[in-house]
């Protein structure tokens, strides 16, 4: 039988009283270090969105062509479409005037060719290509192949100069329909019908006077006309 005193502590409740002061500490120990876990890796991560850029605030072509801006006119997707190098190609654009007031004025230029002037009249845009809305603009020698690029010299008012690299494309897919046509030869499309040179005069057919004969059968002799013998004169008596 064990007899306890009243204000005596035993040593195992002396141990016990110690383990259980500890395990609070321990457990805030634990929270402290995964608290400060999460917040360095909040650190890290945020460095990495601090450092990189957004994306969506950037500048890009969301098209197959390339673009510039020269003042006010603003030219998007410009491409050429060509079948093969040294082909006719179609030249494709949009370009958008964003003055209010000024009508403006771009020249394309590819190696010594130049293509015609484009107006822009103000808060309008002109679309280049094949088709009813658009303008024609025809190259009439792309200088590569399809699926390289090539300088195009954008010409604005007062002499400006602007080099722009367009891609080539083949005549594929949506663009399948803005290969330009070939120019006609001054000899006539071919493969058609030859158109008489002259009229011939027909030839009169000469008919025979003799009679036609029936196979088998021998001609007839022409009937002969006996002459009648002339009256005798009667003697008078």
Request: aromatic share 2%; hydrophobic share 35%; net charge neutral.
């Amino acid at each position: 039988m064990t007899i306890t005193l009243p204000g005596v502590i035993r040593p195992n409740d002396q141990e016990r009283s110690v383990q259980a002061s500890r395990l609070p500490r321990g457990r805030t120990a634990r929270t402290v270090l995964s608290a400060g876990g999460a917040l360095a890796t909040a650190l890290l991560l945020s460095a990495c969105q601090w450092t990189s850029p957004i994306t969506t605030q950037l500048s890009y072509t969301p098209a197959d062509g390339s673009q510039v801006d020269i003042g006010s006119l603003h030219i998007r997707n410009a491409l050429v479409v060509a079948s093969k190098e040294g082909a006719p190609g179609t030249l494709v654009a949009t370009i958008a005037n964003t003055d209010t007031n000024t009508t403006g004025h771009l020249m394309f230029r590819i190696g010594q060719e130049s293509l015609p002037a484009v107006e822009v009249p103000a808060r309008q845009s002109v679309r280049l290509g094949a088709g009813e809305s658009a303008r024609p603009a025809v190259i009439g020698k792309v200088p590569a192949a399809p699926g390289a690029m090539m300088n195009i010299s954008l010409i604005s008012e007062g002499g400006l100069v602007t080099e722009l690299s367009v891609p080539i494309l083949a005549p594929n897919g949506p663009y399948a329909t803005l290969t330009p046509t070939a120019t006609p030869s001054a000899s006539g499309p071919t493969g058609g019908t030859a158109a008489p040179t002259g009229t011939a005069s027909p030839t009169p057919s000469t008919s025979s006077t003799a009679p036609s004969t029936a196979p088998g059968t021998s001609p007839s002799p022409a009937p002969t006309e006996s002459a009648s013998p002339a009256p005798n004169a009667t003697s008078a008596h």
